[in-house]
């Protein structure tokens, strides 16, 4: 996930024009991976996933709005794109990790797959199929041929039961009424000479003021700059809340969720 990013950072902070069109490319790999079964198309496994516009979208807000971020090394991580990206949610988010980690998943497939040996026996087995994966080594996307077990005559992707959720831990909305409102509840408080206690506008209260509703990413963009020029990565501060709230999904939960 890191190498990637990094990958991604290098074009975009890349004077050459080649460079960004070598980044836009690599934003464009991410169709939903339909190898685990986790689309969400309504019928079949056949979901349209990231695609081409996705990448776009990415791409665009990355080396232009979303620049600045880059630069300071804000935004340095894959899970930070759906805080500053419009149109980037849970399912194209589950689409470009699935992507990267592609072949992790397979190890990790092929790992179970010699644990139980339910996976090859009876008429169930196993193929070798040519695959997209990312190639730290190169930095780039890479066809490699993968064993894994067969469902449906089409290939099969485990995904071990504590990486997956059914909602973002990370997201625009959350990041904007948690970290993002409370910094500009402490830029605007004061402490009541009377009483001697900080006061400040409610969250609800900001929410309709025109300078901080939540327009799209702009806003969300304009006051991480603003904090991030007092020294306060917002972004740092979110993932500590996200961390202190994060608990596993129980065994009845995942079942839930799958039924």
Sequence with gaps: MTSFFDEIVACVMSPHEEDARRGLDLLQHFNEPKETRLGL???????????????SWIWDALSSDARALIEVGVLKRVEH?????????KDITSDVTTRIVFEP????????????????????????????????RRCD???????????????????????????????????????????????????????????????????????????????IIRVTEEAQASDEDLVDRFRAFVERKYTALDDDEIDEQLN
């Design 41 to 55: 198309s309504r019928r079949g496994i056949d979901g349209h996933g990231g695609a081409d516009d996705v990448g």
């Design 141 to 219: 996307w890479v066809h490699k041929n993968l064993e894994l077990p067969v469902a449906a005559e089409k290939p099969l992707l485990l995904v071990p039961k504590r990486w997956a959720r059914p909602r973002l831990l990370m997201f625009a909305g959350r990041y904007y009424d948690t970290s993002l409102l409370s910094f500009v509840q402490e830029q605007l408080g004061s402490v009541n000479p009377r009483t001697g206690k900080f006061e400040t506008d409610s969250k609800k209260v900001l929410k309709r003021k025109k300078k901080y509703k939540k327009h799209g990413r702009r806003t």
């Design 105 to 136: 998943l397979a190890n990790f497939t092929q790992a179970m797959v010699s644990k139980y040996p339910q996976f090859t026996s009876g008429r169930h087995e196993t193929r070798v199929f040519s695959l997209q994966v990312w190639s730290i």
């Design 81 to 89: 794109i759906p805080l500053f990206v419009e149109g980037v949610d």
